[in-house]
């Protein structure tokens, strides 16, 4: 594969990383505030489950900065290094 091709399809994926992470993040705070509003009228002996279910959006949350990170950081060094992290793969 040409460099100049090698480098279209790391910049597509490293953006679709980030757009990625922003779904993910969007989808942690629409179940965060689903399941706030589900546990708010849920009977006293099914609040505990909803506690510990309320750990999922805070995950996805996690993951999305994550993968956020991972993509911000490959187009940096897309944009900054491109020959070295090509010769590097």
């Not at 609040?47 to 750990?55: G, Q, S, T």
């Not at 959006?57 to 911000?72: E, M, N």
Request: aromatic share 12%.
């Amino acid at each position: 594969m040409d460099f100049e091709r090698w480098y279209r399809k790391a910049q597509r994926r490293a953006t679709a990383m980030q757009w990625q992470a922003g779904v993910l993040a969007l989808l942690a705070i629409v179940l965060g505030a689903f399941l706030k509003s589900v546990a708010a009228g849920a009977p006293d002996i099914v609040k505990p489950i909803f506690e510990v279910f309320m750990w999922a959006p805070r995950l996805c949350a996690v993951g999305a900065l994550a993968l956020f990170a991972i993509g911000a950081w490959n187009a940096w060094r897309l944009h900054h290094d491109p020959v070295a992290l090509h010769e590097g793969r």
